[in-house]
Structures are given as structure tokens and as C-alpha cells.
């Protein structure tokens, strides 16, 4: 009998247990409503976006607010791309148990409150692209559990907290595009986890610490265009999981450390834009995995490694502005996925290759100023997709062959400052997408071709220098885009149409 006596009693404590819950649940949620509008109402200047930021509204309902299901507690605010003005608010440190802010591609100022170290278990914190000002606080190294933090795209300024070091958690650790200066600070090479650090666009100075060759899981490292100089650390070439390099536009001298070489997921190695001298390591050709390799705009000499053939499935190679010397390697032709290559501005000699035939899926090729010397071989005649095609300034000679007229694709023909003879080929005026033709400064003779009038997009046409006579066509009156035209110091008679 007794237990059916208990029953009402225990019914009446689960009752207020229950009641007692939902009244902390509704007080919590009170609570939590209170910040965010005190949040709303303190950091952003008439946010129409937030406009069912109301008590009417459930407040795991509000935009851009996820709560947890147990706890009622906001985790999440993704307030990306919401046309946001004003500052970010010190209150938003209140919010104890977010986990990820997300209030990226807006229009905030101010600077980075320090309070944002109190949500302790952040996980996520993107404030990137916006016009925020200031240094980066010391104290979000605090934030041991952060995996993402991304400040890019901003008005920053100071120098990079060595205490970043500290949050060891780290995996994507994004400072690109800011005005940051100083050095990279040697901690960073702390960050075991790591897999992507982008500092691009800063003004940042120094060396590269050799202690970033210890982040093992490091896939993207960003440090172009900074003012850094000094040699490339061969350390860098323990990253064995690295993908992307990219150390363009600084003042880096020295050799390239042949242990970049031993990179075997590397698909992408940007370093033009240094002072990098030395030849160009024979290593670089086991970078089987490698799309894209651009070295210009550097002091490199030595002649064009043959190696590079490795790189089977190499599809832009820019080795341009430098001091490269010797023949331009037959093996070339093996880098069958190639559709950009560069290796103009260096003191290249002898023919260009005929071997270059296999090169079908070319799409850019330039090598203008070298010392190139032979003939135009018709093998470069039979490229589908050849938009431009630059060998302004070698020793060039022969004719011009009339199968280029075959590039229906090209946009851009320079063959400007050699020695080619004979006429213009009337087979050019088939390249119906041509905006650009430069043949000046060659020993061209005969006449300027009628048909020269079908390139109807063309733009700049260059014809000056040679020894061409007759009259000038009318038909160039029917270029309505023309914009540049040289004709001058010919044997032409009559006027520009």
C-alpha cells in the first residue's frame, strides 16, 4: 500500500524538478537574448539583416544563430556577407559558450576586442574582409581549442603575436592582406597541426624561420609579396605534405635549395619576383606532382635543367627574366600538358626545337628576347589552341609561314625584331580573333596584303621598319577597332586611310 501512497509525492517532486528546469531553460535563454541584442545593438550600425533579432522571435530562430540543442546555448554566430557596419563589440567576450563566429565579408572597424579570448572554447573565428584596424591581440592565444582563425583581407597593423604560437590546436591560420610588419616569429613553427598559413600582402620583413620546416601537416604556405629577405630555408623541404609554395614578390637572394626537390605532393611553386641566384636544381624534376612552376623574374643562370621533364603533368612553366643561358632543351617536349610556357627575357641560343610539335595543347608561348636563332619551325604551326605567340627580339630568319594562318585561336602574334624575310603571308587574315600583329624591325618586302582588312577585331598592328612597298591598302580604313598602327620607315605610298 505504501509505495502507491509515494507515488503522488514523487509525481509532485518530477513536476517541479521539471518546472525548475524549464524556468533556468527560459532565464538562460533571457539571458542569452539580452547579450545578442545588447551585441546587435552596441557593434552594427541599422542592420536591416538582423531585423527578426526580436523576444517575438524564438531565439535559435534569429539569423544567423545556431544554439545547442541541450543546452540552449548559442554555439554559432554566421553573420558572413550581411552588409554589416560598426564595430565588434567587447560584449560579444559575454557569450561564453560560442564556438564559432563567423562575421566575415562585411564592412566592420574598429579593432579586434581582446574580450573575444573569454569564449574559451572557440573553435572558429573569421573576421576577414572587413576594415578592421589595429593589432592583432596577444590574448586569443588563450583560445587553446581554435582550429580556424582567419583576420585577412583588413587594415592590421602591428607585428604578429609570437603568443599565436601557443594555440597549438591550429590548423588554417589566415593574416594575408594586411599591413602587418616585423618578422614571422619563430613560434609559429610550434604549430603541429597547421595545415594552411597565408601571410601574403603584408609588409613583413626578415627571414623565413627555418623552424616552419618542422610543421609536418603544413599543405599551403602563402608569404608572397612581403619584404622578405635572406635565403629560402632548406628546412622547407622537410614539409613533405606541402602543396601549394608560394614566396613571390619579396627579396629573397641565394640559391634554391635543392631540397625542394624532395616535395612529393608539391603541385604548385611560385618564387618569381626575388633576387634568387644560382642555377635552377636539377631536383626539381622528381616534383612529379607538379602543375605549375614559376621561377621569373629572378637572377637564376645556367641553362634550362632537362630534368624539368619529369614534370609530366607540368602545365605553366615560367622561367622568364632571369639570366638562363644554352639551347632550350629538347625534353621540353615531353611536358605534353603544358598550355603556358614562358622562358622569354634570358640569353637562350640556338633553334627553337622541332621537337616542340608535341606541344599540341599550348595555349601561351613566349620566348621573346633571347638569342634564338633558325627558322620559325611549321611544326608551331599546328596548335589548336595558340592564342599568343611571342618571338619578338632573336636572330630569327627565313620567311614568315603562311601556315600560321592555321591558329585560329590566336589573339596575339609577335615576331617584331629579327631577321625574317619575304612578304606578310595573305593566309594571317584567316586569324579572325587577332587583336594584336607586330612584324616591325624585320626585312619584310612586297606589299601590305588586302585581306590584311578581314582582321576586323584587330587593334594594334605594327608593320614599321621593313621594306615594304606599294600602296597602303584602303582595306585598313575598315579596321573600325584599330587603335595603334606603324607604318613608318617603308617604301609605302599614300595615305592612312
Partial sequence: MAPLLLFPFMLSIFSISALHHSLNNNSHQQEQQYLLLQFRDTSFNNPTSLADW????????????????????????????????????????NLSSLRSVDLSNNSLAG????????????????LSFNQLHGSIPSELSLLTNLKMLSFEGNNLIG??????????????????????????????GNLSALAELVLRKNNLAGDIPPELGMVSHLRYLSLGSNRLSSTIPSSLGN?????????????????????????PDLQKLYLWGNKLSGSIPNS??????????????NNLTGAIPSTLSGCRGLYDLRLSFNQL???????????????????GLNNLTGPIPHSFRNLSALVELELAKNDLSGMIPPELCMFPHLRSFNLRRNKLSGTIPSSLGNLSAMTELDLAENNLQGSIPPELSRLVDLQALYLSKNMLSGTIPNSVGNLSVLRNLSLS???????????????????????????LSGTIP
Fill in 54 to 93: 526580436t523576444p517575438v522571435h524564438p531565439l535559435c530562430n534569429w539569423t544567423g544563430v545556431t544554439c545547442d540543442r541541450s543546452s540552449h546555448s548559442v554555439v554559432a554566430l554566421s553573420l558572413w556577407s550581411m552588409n554589416l557596419h560598426g564595430t565588434i563589440s567587447p560584449v560579444i567576450g
Fill in 111 to 126: 579593432t579586434i576586442p581582446p574580450a573575444l579570448s573569454s569564449c574559451l572554447g572557440l573553435l572558429h573565428l573569421d
Fill in 159 to 188: 607585428t604578429i603575436p609570437p603568443e599565436l604560437g601557443m594555440a597549438t590546436q591550429l590548423q588554417y591560420l589566415y593574416l594575408g592582406e594586411n599591413k602587418l610588419y616585423g618578422t614571422i616569429p619563430s613560434s609559429l
Fill in 239 to 263: 614539409l613533405s605534405a606541402l602543396v601549394t609554395l608560394v614566396l613571390r614578390l619579396n627579396n629573397l637572394t641565394g640559391d634554391i635549395p635543392p631540397e625542394l626537390g624532395m616535395l
Fill in 284 to 297: 626539381l624534376g622528381n616534383l612529379s606532382a607538379l602543375v605549375e612552376l614559376d621561377l621569373g623574374i
Fill in 325 to 343: 643561358h644554352g639551347s632550350i632543351p629538347h625534353e621540353l617536349s615531353l611536358l605534353t600538358s603544358l598550355k603556358i610556357l614562358y622562358l
Fill in 465 to 491: 621598319e621593313n621594306r615594304l612597298q606599294g600602296s597602303i591598302p584602303l582595306e585598313l580604313g575598315m579596321l573600325t577597332n584599330l587603335e595603334f598602327l606603324y607604318l613608318d620607315k617603308n617604301r
